[in-house]
Structures are given as structure tokens and as C-alpha cells.
């Protein structure tokens, strides 16, 4: 067996500043956006926290060539940083761990939140930290409040809005359940979706039982159509729900009992000569890789 090379030294390395060149230009209006006053922020209220990742320059001792961390080093320039830490790699591919990072979902981001605060982090400090209004943390940090642990289970994954928890904890958790099914299913986790299905929710599903005030322009009888469509619309989730695997298998046999099928040509010549609209769909169904397709 081959000797595993690694693709970093292990160690970080303390660099000048001057020392380290970026690998591409800065894009126009980037020390305005929201990320980078994010990232700013961070590193001047707690320091940098993962290091710059860099590549030696063959036939340069000193300086290095930048692959990951562009941001990171633009804010360290602003406030005036002489050092940073690197991770050095052992060739010069744009290659990162952040390649294959999944980012923080919004529960993982609540947990951390609550650990921090419970270690006895302000959440004053936190919010400038993360360069945002302390009543964004304080949400944060209450998402999971009224939300019934089958509901989040639905949603740990995703990254959706705090004010998503808002409008989820209106309701019952049966129907808490029903529409985290429903966003997920439709990969859509917007407030404006789950206020839709709030409005569309009986009144016995809600938690203080009092019919939610109808959406501006909707009326009555739109309100009406629009619970009976999502009712329906929830039958027929669960109906896919249940036989999608079978489906899938039945549509792998069927695509790989045609694709034989087709490769006889007198069969598929007999078929695009006396049953050409067969002969399209069997062709569609061999080049379909999943029900999707």
C-alpha cells in the first residue's frame, strides 16, 4: 500500500502580513457587504480563528501565495495586523477543506449560540462578533422555543431564517410536524411560505385556537380553496412518501429491461418504423436516470 501524502503541514506557521499574496483581485464592494463586516468583526472582537491557507512560491523563500482566506486577510490588513497564522499546503491546488464544508445549519447555530452564552459569553459580545443587532442573537437563541422536537428533527439541516420559528410555534405540534414536511419536501423554508401555511391552517391546529388573520388581498373563499388545496396537497405528499422507494426500483428494472430491449435492432427498427410514439417513450424512459428526470 502507497504511502499517504498529506495535503498540509500539520503545524500552522506564523507569516508577515506583506508576505502572503493573494491569488485573485478583490472583488468591487466587497468591505461593504454583510459577510465581510461579519468577518471583520469577529476577527476584532476574539482574533482570527481558522488560519489563512497558503502555498510556497518555488524559487521564493519568504513569500507565499494565497488559496484560501481572501477576506480574512483584507480585514487583518484593515485593523492593522503585522502576523498571521497559515496553513501551509504542499502544492499549489486551489483546494480547501472549505470545498467540502457543509455549513452551520440554523439549529446547529442556536445550539452554539445557547453553549456560548451558558459558558458566560454576552450575547452583547456575540453580536458584535457576528456584526448584527443583539435581538438577532436573542432569536437565534430562542428558535427552538414552542417547537416540538419531531418538527426540528425535519429542519436540523437546513438554515432558514429565525423568524421561522416565530410563525411555526403558532401552531399545534400535529400541524408543526405537517409543514416542516411540507418545506422540506418543496425545498422552500421561507417565512413568507410558512405564513401561507399558517393562514391556511384550521383553527383547531393553532395553539391558542383563534383563526389567523387572512393574508392582505386573499379573501374568504380564496382562503377556503387555498385549506382545501393544501389539504390535498398534504395527502398526496404522503402518498409519494410511501411508495417512492417501489417507484424508483420499478422505474430502474423497467429503464434497464428497455435499454436490452433497444439494443436488439431489428427490435428497435421495427419500432421507429410501425410504433414510433412507443419507440419516444421508451427512449425517454432509458434516458431518464431517476424519477426526477
Avoid at 521564493?60 to 494565497?66: S, V
Avoid at 388573520?213 to 386573499?218: D, E, Q, V
Wanted: proline fraction near 4%; hydrophobic fraction near 45%; include cysteine.
Amino acid at each position: 500500500m502507497g504511502k499517504v501524502e498529506l495535503g498540509f503541514v500539520p503545524e500552522p506557521v506564523t507569516l508577515p502580513i506583506e508576505w502572503v499574496l493573494p491569488s485573485r483581485k478583490t472583488p468591487v464592494g466587497l468591505a461593504t457587504s454583510r459577510k465581510f463586516k461579519q468577518i471583520r468583526s469577529s476577527i476584532e472582537d476574539i482574533g482570527l480563528i481558522e488560519p489563512l491557507t497558503v502555498a510556497a512560491i518555488p524559487g521564493d523563500a519568504e513569500r507565499h501565495m494565497l488559496l484560501d482566506g481572501h477576506m480574512r486577510l483584507i480585514a487583518l490588513r484593515e485593523l492593522g495586523c503585522a502576523e498571521v497564522q497559515c496553513l501551509v499546503a504542499t502544492d499549489d491546488e486551489a483546494y480547501t477543506y472549505n470545498n467540502r464544508l457543509n455549513r452551520l445549519s440554523s439549529i446547529q447555530e442556536h445550539f452554539m449560540l445557547r453553549r456560548a452564552v451558558e459558558r458566560g459569553v454576552a450575547p452583547e459580545r456575540l453580536a458584535r462578533a457576528l456584526n448584527v443587532d443583539v435581538s438577532q442573537i436573542m432569536k437565534k437563541m430562542n428558535l427552538l422555543e414552542g417547537i416540538c422536537p419531531e418538527a426540528a428533527e425535519l429542519l436540523k439541516d437546513r438554515q432558514f431564517s429565525a423568524e421561522l420559528g416565530r410563525v411555526l410555534r403558532k401552531l399545534k405540534p400535529t400541524r408543526q410536524i405537517e409543514c416542516a414536511e411540507l418545506m422540506v419536501s418543496a425545498n422552500t423554508l421561507s417565512v413568507t411560505y410558512a405564513e401561507a401555511l399558517l393562514a391556511a391552517t384550521p383553527a383547531e391546529m393553532l395553539v391558542d385556537g383563534v383563526k389567523a388573520k387572512r393574508l392582505g388581498g386573499i379573501t374568504r373563499e380564496q382562503m377556503a380553496r387555498m385549506e382545501r388545496e393544501m389539504a390535498n396537497l398534504q395527502g398526496q405528499y404522503r402518498l409519494v412518501e410511501q411508495t417512492y422507494g417501489q417507484d424508483v426500483l420499478r422505474l430502474v428494472l423497467a429503464r434497464g429491461y428497455l435499454m436490452k430491449l433497444l439494443e436488439n435492432s431489428t427490435v428497435a427498427r421495427y419500432l421507429r418504423q410501425r410504433q414510433p410514439e412507443v419507440m419516444e417513450q421508451f427512449e425517454s424512459i432509458v434516458a431518464a436516470a431517476s424519477l426526477e428526470a
